[in-house]
């Protein structure tokens, strides 16, 4: 097998994938994770300060986020440590949706 054979192969198994482009998307996730929390929380504690009252919203949309991803995680390499952060990550949202709600009614 020469390289021209073996490079034609490996385009064909990637799809002509860029890695470099991949590993970059992965960093910006982990990053956006710590920087999406970090949001939730000064939004929460400026809330609080002003206004006494706590931002359900956003931590819904933030643990829902996590859920998801962990999710996909779980089902991608099917390891059970996985879903069971999953479901807590669910239980947590579900958690502020119901403060959401409840905020929602006065």
Same mark, same amino acid.
């Given at each position: 097998m020469n390289k021209e054979e073996v490079l034609a192969r490996s385009r064909k198994e990637n799809r002509n994938q860029d890695f470099a482009e991949i590993e970059c998307l992965k960093q910006a996730g982990k990053i956006?994770?710590?920087i999406g %929390? /970090? @949001? %939730? @929380?000064i939004i929460s504690l400026l809330q609080w300060y002003f206004t !006494?009252? $706590?931002?359900w919203g956003c931590w819904v949309v933030n643990f829902? &986020? *996590?859920g998801? @991803? #962990?999710l996909i995680k779980a089902i991608k390499l099917r390891? !059970?440590?996985e $879903? *069971? $952060?999953t479901i807590s990550y669910y239980c947590i949202c579900a958690f #502020? *949706? &119901? /403060? #959401?709600?409840?905020s929602m009614r006065g």
């Open positions: 956006a994770y710590i %929390c /970090g @949001v %939730c @929380v !006494k009252t $706590i931002n829902s &986020i *996590l998801t @991803v #962990f390891k !059970k440590h $879903i *069971l $952060i #502020f *949706l &119901i /403060g #959401f709600i409840m």
